[in-house]
C-alpha cells in the first residue's frame, strides 16, 4: 500500500513538473513571438519616416542606409532637429515617435523574455526537475544577450529594406 502511494506521488510530481516545464517554454515561444512583431512595427515605423525624409532630403539618407537600426534611429531624430521644417510633417514626427516607443518596448521584452529563460532552465537543471526534464527532453534555452549580440546586430541591419524606395 505504501509503495502504490509512493508511486503515485511520484507520478503527480512528474506530470505537475512537465506541466511547468510547459507553461515556461511556451512562455518563451510567446515572448518571443512578441519581440518578432514589435521589430516588425518599428521596421514600418523606420521606413515611413524614411519614406517621408527621402523626398527632400536624399542626400542625407545615403549615409543613413548603412547604420543599424539604432544608429538609424538617432540620426532620423537628429534630421528632425538638424531641419525644424521636418518636424512640422505630421507624418515624420508619429513614425519617428512609434519607432522610439517600440525600440523601448522590445528592451523590455527582451529583459522579459531573459527572465523566463532564466526560470525555465533553472526549473529544469535543479534537483529533482532535471529528472523529469531528462526523462522528456527538455534542454536549456539560450539567453538573449551579450553572446548573441552579432547575430542580432546583423538582422537589426537587414530590416529596413531600402530596396523599395
Not at 7 to 32: C, D, P, S
Not at 34 to 52: V, W
Not at 120 to 139: D, E, H, K
Amino acid at each position: 500500500m505504501k509503495i502504490i502511494i509512493v508511486l503515485i506521488i511520484i507520478a503527480v510530481y512528474v506530470v505537475v513538473t512537465r506541466n511547468k516545464f510547459n507553461e515556461l517554454k511556451n512562455a518563451i515561444k510567446h515572448e518571443g513571438s512578441d519581440i518578432g512583431i514589435q521589430i516588425a512595427k518599428r521596421t514600418a515605423c523606420l521606413n515611413d519616416a524614411l519614406n517621408i525624409v527621402k523626398l527632400s532630403y536624399e542626400k542625407e539618407i545615403a549615409g543613413i542606409e548603412k547604420l543599424t537600426v539604432n544608429d538609424r534611429l538617432e540620426q532620423l531624430a537628429f534630421l528632425g532637429q538638424k531641419y525644424p521644417e521636418l518636424q512640422s510633417i505630421n507624418g515624420y514626427q508619429e513614425a519617428l515617435r512609434q519607432a522610439m516607443e517600440l525600440n523601448k518596448d522590445i528592451s523590455a521584452a527582451r529583459e522579459l523574455l531573459n527572465g523566463n529563460i532564466r526560470m525555465y532552465n533553472t526549473a529544469i537543471t535543479n534537483f529533482p526537475g532535471n529528472l523529469v526534464a531528462s526523462m522528456f527532453g527538455y534542454v536549456e534555452e539560450k539567453y538573449i544577450d551579450e553572446e548573441n549580440y552579432e547575430e542580432n546586430k546583423k538582422i537589426d541591419k537587414s530590416e529596413v529594406n531600402f530596396d523599395q524606395f
